[in-house]
Every structure is written in C-alpha cells, then in structure tokens.
C-alpha cells in the first residue's frame, strides 16, 4: 500500500555533511507524520527527528543543532540535512511514515534503511 525508499547515504569524513532523501509512494490519501530514526550495531534504535500531523518537528538530543528535517508535501518526500557528522553519528537510518491510504486506514511503513558511516 505504501513504499518507501531511501538514498543518499555513504561514506563521509567528520564534519562533513550528507543529505538523506525518503520517497513515499503508493495509495496514499494523506500522510499524518514522517521521521527519521537510527540504530548503530549494538544499540538501540533512536530516533533522529519527527515531523509531526500538527507541523511540528521534534530532534533527539544527539543531532539537535545539527540535523534538519523537512517535507515536501507535493513529492510526498522527507529530507534530513546532516552537518557536522560525527563518528557516532555512523548507523542505518530508516525512515517512517504514518499515512491515510486509499482504504481509509491509517498505515505505517517503514523504509529499508541506508547506511551513514563517519570517519574519524
């Protein structure tokens, strides 16, 4: 009912900056929510920034003053801008939607992940 796709990952030195699109696609009526979330191996999955039905975003403490989320509603694609990455920054980054689909449910998806790996 809803795919999702990312890109823009890869390989970057610290303090560099990499911009991660998330495409949404599919039978969807209205998209209520859209974020981004990573998991670093052994770790628990976090979440990165949260754009919210209201237009609200929200940043984990970790990226706050570095990431910025954004929407572009008529692409039905979310982008997250990464500056000033740093090492711990490396993870795989997924991407979760929260939509109305053509069946008039709410539907949740998530996108497959790109990996983001920082050098030191």
């Known amino acids: 009912q809803v795919q999702l796709v990312e890109s823009g990952g890869g390989l970057v030195q610290a303090g560099g900056s990499l911009r991660l699109s998330c495409a949404a696609s599919?039978?969807?009526?209205?998209?209520?929510?859209m974020g981004w979330y990573r998991q670093a191996p052994g770790k628990q999955r976090e979440l990165v920034a949260f754009?919210?039905?209201?237009?609200?975003?929200n940043y984990g403490d970790s990226v706050k003053g570095r990431f910025t989320a954004s929407r572009d509603s008529a692409k039905n694609t979310m982008y997250l801008q990464m500056n000033s990455l740093k090492p711990e920054d490396t993870a795989v980054y997924s991407c979760?939607?929260?939509?109305?689909?053509?069946?008039?449910?709410?539907?949740?998806?998530w996108g497959q992940g790109t990996q983001v790996t920082v050098s030191s």
């Open positions: 979760y939607v929260r939509a109305i689909t053509t069946r008039w449910a709410e539907y949740d998806s």
């Open positions: 599919g039978s969807i009526v209205r998209i209520n929510s």
């Open positions: 754009i919210t039905s209201g237009g609200s975003t």
